[in-house]
């Protein structure tokens, strides 16, 4: 549904231009989340979180009347903005007519979020299993794959986020792990593909594929294929730096999986949903995996939700003999009403080809022009609304920026490129030595080139550590 008079695209824009100044309130809320709110992958003591106001397309706003153009989508997943009118119509709809029930009974919101998923999911991706968010489909697809094929060890990547939770942090290849990586039993890591820091010395896309493949298969022989329940991998790995992968090397691991009797499971919790210009990353690749996980996008993270899409092999597998696995907010009504809505509007919209466009014609381009122009930009890569700028001292010898899990003194040049783009109204995702141009995938033109013009103003404190 449209709002009457207002292109679609221009939502975005409806928003206040100069939002209100209330320091006081903004100071009250500030005071209360310091005396009580712990946050997530934080130093508590050091920690200084910016009081949001409002939220409106691709914009947030503070108390102080400053307000910043969202390049993080949150956590990259309001792929359709903030505060959409008919995704928060919906969710007020749902909540007068049935807030919430218990996942064993079928429900209107439950069973239509399903069928929407289910016929936008690659191949046989038919059935669908709900959960509350990226970690939790992870840890499903995990015991689904394990329970399948009386396996239990799991193959996953270097270079890769999987959620929090006690398995999928263990499957995850990034120093997020580390300091609770004592429940990997069972959990093998390799190399994905990734050329410009290539673990395998190759030159071209071509050999970077074939020597990832190899990789994977001695990887293979020496744990055992018959040991081994699932390779799991995000399509095209996010937060480790939006690396899309060479041309075959996915479907090389399908043909590895089917091999050995592997289950795929594919990783599409922050590429699904609209963020590569496709409904889902594996589609630009042909691939089918036996698991897809999602969340974010679903339903632009209104109300949480997420979810494993299941083949009809491992559905029948759990057709006679139960699953034994479950939520109380499995399939939350309000949360499925939400994505119900999220899937209506990315069509009636085309926001998933605006994602498309957007990456092609802007965001492509532009960046590709701030690494001529900028000597700290290595590499430029990605797709849709899903972008990443390696930041280098030096692009001959493409070191990092800064060293690899930098912090403090360490991090200091990315921790003043991330304040200049605050200062150019920017909110900037940052990892590592990475930027990423993340927007929301109805983002205009005209945001877009916003973007491009304070990343263009912030690179040049970047670039001053440059040698
Ligand atoms: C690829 C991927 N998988 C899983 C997760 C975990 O999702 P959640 O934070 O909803 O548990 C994330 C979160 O960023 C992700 O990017």
Not at 10 to 25: E, G, I, N, Q
Not at 278 to 287: C, E, G
């Amino acid at each position: 549904m449209a709002i009457p008079g207002v292109a679609p695209a221009a939502y975005a824009r409806r928003m206040t231009p100069h939002p209100p100044v209330d320091s006081a309130a903004g100071a009250a809320v500030k005071a209360a989340d310091r005396a009580h709110v712990f946050h997530s992958w934080s130093a508590q003591g050091l920690i200084d979180p910016l009081a949001v106001a409002g939220a409106e397309g691709s914009y947030f706003w503070d108390y102080d009347g400053n307000r910043y153009l969202d390049f993080t989508s949150g956590l990259v997943y309001t792929n359709i903005g903030y505060q959409h009118p008919t995704v928060v119509a919906a969710i007020q709809e749902q909540a007068g007519k049935m807030t919430t029930f218990a996942p064993a009974f079928a429900i209107e919101a439950r069973s239509e979020a399903a069928r929407l998923i289910a016929e936008r999911t690659p191949g046989d991706l038919d059935k669908i299993f709900f959960t509350n968010g990226g970690a939790e489909a992870v840890e499903n697809a995990v015991r689904m794959a394990r329970l399948h094929t009386g396996r239990t060890k799991v193959l996953s990547a270097y270079r890769s986020y999987h959620g929090a939770t006690s398995t999928a942090i263990n499957l995850t290849g990034d120093p997020r792990r580390w300091a609770s990586d004592n429940g990997s039993a069972g959990v093998v890591r390799f190399w994905a593909p990734f050329l410009y820091r290539s673990p395998f010395y190759a030159q071209t896309e071509a050999e970077e594929c074939a020597r990832a493949l190899q990789h994977l298969e001695d990887t293979l022989a020496y744990e055992g294929p018959s040991t081994i329940a699932a390779i799991i991998l995000e399509t095209i790995p996010g937060t480790a730096g939006i690396m899309t992968p060479p041309p075959g090397y996915l479907g090389g691991v399908r043909e590895i999986c089917d091999r050995y009797g592997i289950v795929f499971v594919l990783d599409e919790v922050m590429a699904g949903f609209g963020r590569t210009g496709k409904w889902f990353a594996a589609d630009h690749f042909d691939v089918t995996p036996d698991l897809m996980t999602f969340a974010k996008g679903v339903n632009s993270g209104y109300v949480p939700l997420g979810g494993v899409a299941i083949s009809a092999e491992i559905a029948a597998t759990f057709d006679t003999r139960p699953y034994p696995g479950g939520l109380t907010y499995s399939g939350h009504p309000l949360a499925c009403a939400a994505a119900v809505a999220t899937i209506h509007v990315m069509e009636d919209e085309k926001v998933i080809e605006n994602a498309a466009r957007i990456g092609e014609s802007v965001l492509g381009p532009g960046l590709r022009e701030l690494a001529e122009n900028h000597p700290s930009v290595g590499e430029v890569r990605g797709l849709g609304a899903f972008w990443a700028l390696e930041l280098v001292r030096n692009k001959e010898t493409r070191e990092p920026l800064v060293p690899y899990n930098a912090t403090g003194e360490a991090n200091a040049p990315m921790a003043a490129f991330g304040a200049a783009a605050k200062k150019n109204g920017l909110w900037p995702f940052i990892n590592m030595n990475r930027t990423h141009a993340v927007p929301a995938c109805n983002v205009s033109e005209a945001e877009a080139k916003e973007g491009l013009a304070a990343l263009d103003a912030a690179l040049t404190v970047a670039d001053r550590h440059t040698a």
